[in-house]
């Protein structure tokens, strides 16, 4: 189906026209359109062009009405203030607007990005034989709201989950499990992510253990990184094993947040390392990267230490050991060349600028990197507990992310039985689960990514307020009015005359696509939230004020539904996109 055309578009285009006619060598202009208190919209370009054209502001805004033809869409267009235009539309132009939209249940009219690319998006890192806590959550509801947004506009998106599954550490857990062989064998075949992450967390506190009071093991730990960085087939195979298991857990995470992913997606640092000496080479024969006391490393004329001595990137240490910096690099490499992407898009914590910051310029100047294909890091905040610092618990450990999770459950639970009207024990646990990780996402996501937000559970699942409950809520309601409805259908009546709060309803529907493509464009899910936000603050006014299956005739009675599932479907569309789910009944 095309793509419709939005009542913001359609006013711009009439108005640019207008404009054109009223002062030619202005060449084209931006009517500077926005929603307004004061009328449908108002146009504020005319103040900047008079002033460039050194005229009257007001004399121009009366010659560009004038040129204004009113018709289905522009019921009234005036002047008003130093040169502003105050434009009403008609009744019949929202109703037959939002009637194309329905009519793409699908896409709601959404039209697809005009020159779409590839972009891989780095996002939901966990490492191998750790636990998963609250400061691995941003980087999986962040990045996966980013990638079903680009998706949604027509962008390839390649999916990548750089998992810390290399390292030092693995030679110790080696080592350990080779010699206490049956550490990781489980009772039976089907392992629960619990069980495996029991596993994994006891085989390395007792590893760790052993390491820190056994010299001698410490030299076979040592020893057995040796054999795992030269490929060694028995240590690889046990290294597999701490993958492998690591994967179940990882996977048992990922499905409580309901997010999808798949294991051809995870390509962890391991999965650089045959291309670490090359870029290394590379690097060193370009001038790019210069030998400074046995290290490899890459300096920057603005990036020095307290001493105002450089800091450099170090790509090879001086011990031949490769930094974090290789691999990253490597991987822009093989995203850029082996991937074909335009854009890298690095949903990575805030803390970790600096280091992005010197790998993408590096990869700049190696020639990697360049106009046509660009790197981007997502950076995002903190996440804080009601006291303002960094979430732990009263030990002052760091929160594991499954307790989290599952405490959000319970307390959505909780909201859901005392509202729950006519449903089962298995149906309150259903919707308490797609309540509370909706609740935990919508928080995280509501807040601009490089912001750091408090994670305060009570107001998380609050029936009131910027919350997934409300508009989860919301949701509910439309469809409880549907099915109450019985055999009577939406139908659009473009001929009604509308109430203000149907006019102000149907015109934010409208703008579901404009948010969708500024949301995507600028990686910046907080304007599909503040967007829903509104959607479902707008409905409830009109639900409020406008009677629906009371309403005045069976025409009206249609219309009404009909702007109730309309608006049903861009708070689905609109949730799905961020990865929240919108329960029929609550």
Same mark, same amino acid.
Request: hydrophobic fraction near 40%; proline fraction near 4%; charge should be negative.
């Given at each position: 189906m095309a793509p419709v055309t939005s009542l913001t578009a359609s006013v711009n285009q009439r108005l640019a026209s207008a404009l054109s006619a009223a002062l030619p060598e202005a060449g084209s202009v931006d009517p500077l359109l926005r929603r307004s208190d004061r009328a449908d919209f108002q146009a504020n370009g005319i103040l900047a062009l008079a002033k460039k054209a050194k005229a009257n502001p007001r004399e121009l805004a009366t010659q560009v009405v004038s040129q204004v033809v009113t018709d289905d869409v522009i019921k009234d267009i005036e002047v008003s203030g130093p040169g502003f235009l105050n434009i009403t539309l008609t009744d019949g132009a929202i109703t037959e607007n939002l009637a194309a939209r329905y009519a793409d249940p699908d896409r709601l009219g959404v039209p697809f990005a005009e020159n779409p690319g590839t972009t891989v998006v780095d996002y939901a890192q966990p490492n191998v034989a750790k636990e998963m806590h609250v400061g691995h959550l941003r980087s999986a509801v962040?990045?996966?709201?980013?990638?079903?947004?680009?998706?949604?506009?027509?962008?390839?998106?390649?999916?990548?989950?750089?998992?810390?599954?290399?390292?030092?550490?693995f030679g110790m857990l080696i080592q350990y499990l080779d010699e206490h062989p049956h550490e990781l064998d489980h009772k039976d075949t089907q392992v629960s992510g619990e069980e495996a992450m029991s596993n994994l967390d006891r085989l390395y506190k007792a590893a760790r253990k052993h390491f820190d009071s056994d010299e001698e093991f410490k030299t076979r730990a040592r020893r057995r990184v040796v054999d795992l960085q030269a490929g060694d087939p028995h240590t690889l195979a046990t290294w597999q094993k701490f993958v492998d298991e690591s994967k179940i857990y990882f996977f048992s995470v990922f499905d409580k947040l309901d997010m999808e992913i798949r294991d051809a997606d995870i390509v962890g640092e391991s999965g650089y390392n045959d291309m670490l000496a090359e870029t290394c080479r590379l690097l060193e024969e370009s001038g790019v990267a210069v030998r400074s006391e046995g290290a490899l490393c890459v300096f920057f004329?603005? $990036? /020095?230490?307290? %001493? @105002?001595?450089?800091?450099?990137?170090? $790509? /090879?240490?001086? %011990? @031949?050991?490769?930094?974090?910096?290789?691999?990253?690099?490597?991987?822009?490499?093989?995203?850029?060349?082996?991937?074909?992407?335009?854009?890298?898009?690095?949903?990575?914590?805030?803390?970790?600028?600096?280091?992005?910051?010197?790998?993408?310029?590096?990869?700049r100047r190696a020639g990697w990197l360049n106009d046509d294909v660009h790197a981007v890091q997502l950076a995002f905040g903190t996440v804080l507990g009601k006291d303002g610092k960094p979430f732990k618990t009263r030990e002052g450990e760091t929160i594991r992310l499954v307790d989290l999770l599952d405490e959000a459950i319970e307390r959505a639970s909780a909201v859901v039985r005392e509202k729950a009207q006519d449903l089962s024990e298995e149906e309150i646990a259903e919707r308490g689960t797609q309540v509370g990780i909706g609740a935990v996402k919508y928080a995280d996501l509501s807040t601009s990514a490089n912001r750091d937000y408090k994670f305060d559970l009570d107001q998380m699942v609050s029936l009131n307020g910027d919350t997934s409950v409300y508009l989860q809520y919301a949701y509910a309601r439309i469809q409880s009015i549907l099915r109450k409805a019985g055999d009577v259908r939406p139908f659009a009546h473009p001929e009604l005359e509308l109430a203000d709060a149907e006019r102000a309803l149907g015109l934010h529907v409208d703008a579901f696509a404009e948010t969708v493509a500024?949301?995507?464009?600028?990686?910046?899910?907080?304007?599909?939230?503040?967007?829903?936000?509104?959607?479902?603050?707008?409905?409830?006014?009109?639900?409020?004020?406008?009677?629906?299956?009371?309403?005045?005739?069976?025409?009206q009675v249609e219309n009404r539904l009909f702007l109730c599932d309309v608006t049903a479907r861009t708070l689905h569309r609109g949730m799905t996109l961020l990865g929240i789910r919108t329960p029929e009944r609550l």
């Amino acid at each position: 189906m095309a793509p419709v055309t939005s009542l913001t578009a359609s006013v711009n285009q009439r108005l640019a026209s207008a404009l054109s006619a009223a002062l030619p060598e202005a060449g084209s202009v931006d009517p500077l359109l926005r929603r307004s208190d004061r009328a449908d919209f108002q146009a504020n370009g005319i103040l900047a062009l008079a002033k460039k054209a050194k005229a009257n502001p007001r004399e121009l805004a009366t010659q560009v009405v004038s040129q204004v033809v009113t018709d289905d869409v522009i019921k009234d267009i005036e002047v008003s203030g130093p040169g502003f235009l105050n434009i009403t539309l008609t009744d019949g132009a929202i109703t037959e607007n939002l009637a194309a939209r329905y009519a793409d249940p699908d896409r709601l009219g959404v039209p697809f990005a005009e020159n779409p690319g590839t972009t891989v998006v780095d996002y939901a890192q966990p490492n191998v034989a750790k636990e998963m806590h609250v400061g691995h959550l941003r980087s999986a509801v962040i990045g996966d709201a980013a990638v079903h947004l680009l998706e949604f506009t027509g962008e390839t998106v390649v999916r990548r989950h750089h998992i810390g599954d290399w390292g030092t550490q693995f030679g110790m857990l080696i080592q350990y499990l080779d010699e206490h062989p049956h550490e990781l064998d489980h009772k039976d075949t089907q392992v629960s992510g619990e069980e495996a992450m029991s596993n994994l967390d006891r085989l390395y506190k007792a590893a760790r253990k052993h390491f820190d009071s056994d010299e001698e093991f410490k030299t076979r730990a040592r020893r057995r990184v040796v054999d795992l960085q030269a490929g060694d087939p028995h240590t690889l195979a046990t290294w597999q094993k701490f993958v492998d298991e690591s994967k179940i857990y990882f996977f048992s995470v990922f499905d409580k947040l309901d997010m999808e992913i798949r294991d051809a997606d995870i390509v962890g640092e391991s999965g650089y390392n045959d291309m670490l000496a090359e870029t290394c080479r590379l690097l060193e024969e370009s001038g790019v990267a210069v030998r400074s006391e046995g290290a490899l490393c890459v300096f920057f004329d603005d $990036v /020095k230490g307290p %001493d @105002g001595n450089p800091v450099p990137l170090i $790509v /090879k240490k001086s %011990d @031949g050991g490769y930094g974090y910096a290789a691999t990253d690099l490597s991987a822009i490499r093989d995203r850029v060349f082996n991937l074909k992407a335009n854009t890298l898009l690095y949903v990575v914590d805030a803390r970790q600028s600096l280091h992005f910051k010197m790998v993408f310029e590096t990869a700049r100047r190696a020639g990697w990197l360049n106009d046509d294909v660009h790197a981007v890091q997502l950076a995002f905040g903190t996440v804080l507990g009601k006291d303002g610092k960094p979430f732990k618990t009263r030990e002052g450990e760091t929160i594991r992310l499954v307790d989290l999770l599952d405490e959000a459950i319970e307390r959505a639970s909780a909201v859901v039985r005392e509202k729950a009207q006519d449903l089962s024990e298995e149906e309150i646990a259903e919707r308490g689960t797609q309540v509370g990780i909706g609740a935990v996402k919508y928080a995280d996501l509501s807040t601009s990514a490089n912001r750091d937000y408090k994670f305060d559970l009570d107001q998380m699942v609050s029936l009131n307020g910027d919350t997934s409950v409300y508009l989860q809520y919301a949701y509910a309601r439309i469809q409880s009015i549907l099915r109450k409805a019985g055999d009577v259908r939406p139908f659009a009546h473009p001929e009604l005359e509308l109430a203000d709060a149907e006019r102000a309803l149907g015109l934010h529907v409208d703008a579901f696509a404009e948010t969708v493509a500024e949301a995507a464009s600028e990686y910046a899910p907080h304007k599909m939230t503040a967007y829903l936000y509104q959607l479902a603050s707008l409905y409830t006014t009109f639900y409020d004020k406008c009677p629906v299956l009371k309403a005045e005739s069976p025409a009206q009675v249609e219309n009404r539904l009909f702007l109730c599932d309309v608006t049903a479907r861009t708070l689905h569309r609109g949730m799905t996109l961020l990865g929240i789910r919108t329960p029929e009944r609550l």
